[in-house]
């Protein structure tokens, strides 16, 4: 209906144009063609009127008062192209002016200024700024003013030309004839001038900007027809044609689209960045220059020529354009400098903790490989990871506001040990880590130098505060062509966590030798995709209840190191995990577990632990298709735990993921549910064959509650058709309590502690307990 609208407005201008223009060649003689030109004018203007009326009796506030103040406008004007058609029509005045008409006429640009600034102050959303702090510029205020003086300038030009100028200079057949025809080109400069800087400088809301626009295109037209009447005026005519009058026929009508137009709905853009202006603004300023740059050009070309006004105010133009463009030039250069400076400071704030203003762990992790891979030209290579003793003590008693300060404080001691050209980083938390390069001192000395300094009492909150730390030392050794950046940051927490088991505030040094600290990643990496020495799996049986008759088993690694150190299966995850292995780990745990429960001859289920951060990842699905094919096992009996020390981040994904395992055969469980990332929210994401309880949820502190805690998990998982296993299961009680729940499969210490194949006492599974 809108666009139907539309359609029917532009269809009703182009007629009227047409019968203006036909009517203007007077075909049927001079008086009829009078009547139908003071016909029309009357009509569009009681149109105006009557539609200003009516609209505003549906409106309220300022859109109900500008549409009064037009129509008041407009009646007056009306009135006043009554009392002229009466003029004309009945007392054969060809131009009766100065008449009673005038009175009429001029009372429109008053009225039709006041409907403007109330129209300017009409908001869609109150309190809302027309020019949002992001938009100003350096010079953003002298450039408003310029662009006025420009679109003030311009027109005036245009008006001196057209009317005033003449009027100025011309001898009228007396002084109220002249006053009253040098009203209309001042009064229609000053309305058009107002109308047209709301447009440039976007003083209406968006859904108001139609009326603006078809307001200020009627008022555009009404003065042309007035600066032609005033001109002729000046000149002591006797008649006006009827083609003249076209803008106080269109004109009218115009402002009567304006009335009626309602506001139109604002778009999502201009919501989420308001006050933007479109090309056309930017454009409009400088279409009155133009317009001033054509007139004179045709000046010339005919001979006429500009005078002395036009000259002056056209040079005042351009020099205003002038200045105007050279405002754009300094802003666009303060906008560029902003940019490159923003960029600069997303750059240190990318690479750098906010905190302490050190570099963070990217930056330091940059460095370091950068110092690592050209070693040969730096020389001298030290890495020391410093970690602050019982700093949670701090937090408790200072508050975290109390940590961040001592923290602040730390970072600056540490730079103050250094060289300018030295990198401290701190990692997170209250770890720190300091990479020396080139020429340096002992290693041992520079380390005692960061102690000393941090044993010197800190402030925080007017207390002296005691701190201490324990430090990691890695001097790489120069034969060591083959070590990482992964390789040195694994050996200085090694030792700086040597040191902690020491009793803290110590220094180590990393030495490589047998008894040195344990390094499971750079075995890892020595084997080269096969098993580092020391490296094995364990299995613990996984039973069926009541009759705890073995139906599965879950594979372990476990690493003793070459000193004899058995390291514990979490700090061996955790150094993995932190050097980048965890993928190859990962192929190396379920290519054994699948080799090794083959070979055993046992027709029990496989539990193979997996990250959940590589669920989905082609080089794990790749990786349990080549298994199961190379050592001939059965899908089904390989089961993926998903361990969740990093959370599912893409649920849909990991969906897509389990899916495709399990159309391999291949099932899925959900491992240390209750603990962990592991939630409701993934057991009804991901879909699951198993869900292994976390052993928190077993462990009879509160026996009631965790009773009815398991009934609860383990109806649940019924009623969605999963599997469930109890895991840590160590007591009588616990498996009593499970039993009540209801859980039928079971894992713990109770049935069997993690040990090799051969020596587990396993019988195999009736075919009905085959599957947990």
């Known amino acids: 209906m809108r666009v139907r609208r539309v359609h029917v407005g532009i269809a009703l201008v182009v007629v009227l144009a047409a019968m203006v223009a036909v009517n203007g060649l007077a075909l049927w003689g001079d008086k009829p063609a009078l009547w139908l030109d003071d016909a ?7 149109t105006a009127v009557i539609s ?3 609209v505003a009796r549906r409106v309220s506030g300022a859109q109900r008062w500008w549409r009064l103040l037009i129509a008041f406008g407009m009646a007056g004007w009306s009135a006043g192209q009554l009392v002229w058609s009466w003029y004309q029509l009945a007392d054969d005045k060809g131009l009766p002016s100065p008449s009673m008409a005038d009175v009429g006429y001029l009372t429109f640009p008053g009225f039709a200024l006041a409907g403007l600034f109330v129209l300017a102050h009409a908001r869609e959303l109150p309190g809302r700024r027309r020019w949002p702090r992001g938009q100003w510029t350096a010079h953003f205020g002298m450039a408003v003013v310029l662009d006025g003086l420009v679109v003030t300038g311009s027109l005036f030009v245009l008006t001196w030309t057209a009317a005033l100028g003449n009027l100025l200079q011309a001898r009228p057949p007396d002084a109220l004839a002249w006053a009253v025809a040098i009203a209309y080109p001042l009064t229609d400069l000053i309305v058009v001038v107002v109308a047209v ?32 009447f005033a001109y002729l005026v000046s000149i002591g005519a006797d008649s006006m044609k009827p083609w003249s009058d076209g803008g106080f026929v269109l004109g009218p009508l115009l402002i009567a689209y304006a ?14 960045q308001p006050g933007g202006a479109d090309w056309w603004q930017l454009a409009l300023p400088y279409l009155p220059v133009t317009a001033v740059a054509l007139l004179i050009a045709g000046q010339l070309l005919f001979g006429s020529g500009p005078d002395a006004v036009e000259v002056y105010i056209g040079l005042l133009v351009i020099f205003l354009v002038l200045a105007r463009q050279l405002l754009s030039l300094l802003d666009n250069r303060l906008l560029l400098r902003r940019v490159y400076e923003g960029q600069q400071q997303l750059a240190h704030q990318a690479y750098h903790d906010p905190l302490t203003g050190l570099a963070n762990r990217a930056l330091f992790a940059e460095r370091l490989d950068h110092a690592v891979a050209d070693r040969a030209r730096i020389g001298a290579l030290v890495l020391i990871f410093v970690d602050l003793d019982d700093f949670k003590v701090i937090n408790d008693r200072f508050g975290h506001a109390g940590g961040d ?36 001192d002992a290693p041992q000395a520079v380390a005692d130098r960061i102690q000393n300094a941090l044993r010197r009492p800190f402030s925080v ?30 050996r200085a927490d090694t030792s700086m966590y040597a040191g902690k088991r ?67 299966p979490e700090t061996v995850v955790r150094a993995v995990e932190g050097a980048g292995l965890g993928t190859e780990l990962d192929a190396l745990v379920l290519d054994l577990a699948c080799r090794e429960i083959t070979e055993a001859g046992l027709d029990l289920a496989v539990h193979v632990n997996v990250c959940a951060s590589r669920l989905g990842t082609s080089t794990l699905e790749d990786g349990i298709r080549a298994a199961l094919t190379r050592y001939r096992l059965a899908a089904e009996r390989l089961v993926v735990e998903i361990t969740e020390t990093v959370p599912v981040l893409d649920l849909p994904a990991g969906a897509d993921a389990i899916r495709r395992l399990q159309a391999l055969g291949v099932r899925v469980a959900l491992d240390d549910f209750g603990a962990g990332y592991s939630s409701l929210t993934c057991l009804h994401a991901l879909p699951v064959d198993l869900v292994k309880l976390d052993r928190t949820l077993t462990t009879g502190v509160q026996p009631e509650r965790d009773a009815a805690l398991c009934r609860a998990l383990v109806g649940l998982c019924g009623d969605l058709r999963l599997g469930v296993v109890a895991e840590g299961i160590e007591t009588a009680e616990q498996a009593a309590l499970i039993s009540q729940a209801g859980c039928t499969l079971a894992q713990g210490y109770r049935y069997g502690r993690p040990a090799v194949l051969s020596s587990l006492s396993l019988s195999r599974p009736s075919p009905a307990d085959a599957s947990p």
């Open 502 to 568: 020491l009793g803290k505030d110590t220094t180590v040094l990393y030495r490589p030798s047998d008894s040195g600290p344990p390094d499971f990643p750079s075995a890892l990496r020595a084997a080269r995709g096969g098993a580092p020495d020391g490296f094995s799996l364990v299995f613990q049986p996984i039973v069926r209840l009541p009759g705890e008759t073995p139906v599965a088993v879950e594979a372990l690694a476990r690493w003793t190191a070459p000193d004899g150190t058995e390291v514990a």
């Open 461 to 490: 909150h007017g207390t002296q505060v005691a701190v201490r730390a324990s430090m990691g030392l890695v001097v790489p050794d120069p034969g060591e062509d083959q070590v990482t950046s992964d390789v040195l940051l694994g």
């Open 405 to 440: 300060v001592l923290l602040h404080a730390v970072a600056q001691r540490l730079l103050g040990c250094v060289r300018s050209t030295d990198t401290v980083a701190r990692l997170g938390g209250d770890e720190f880590a300091i990479l020396l390069e080139g020429e340096l």
């Open 197 to 228: 800087l709301l447009v440039v400088f976007d003083r209406v809301d968006h859904p108001y900007r139609a009326n603006l626009l078809l307001l200020a295109i009627g008022i555009v037209a009404l003065a042309c027809s007035d600066s032609i």
């Open 40 to 46: 029309m004018q009357l009509g569009t203007g009681l």
């Open 52 to 54: 200003g009326c009516v």
């Open 259 to 272: 009335l009626l137009a309602r506001p139109g709905a604002r778009r999502r853009d201009e919501e989420s």
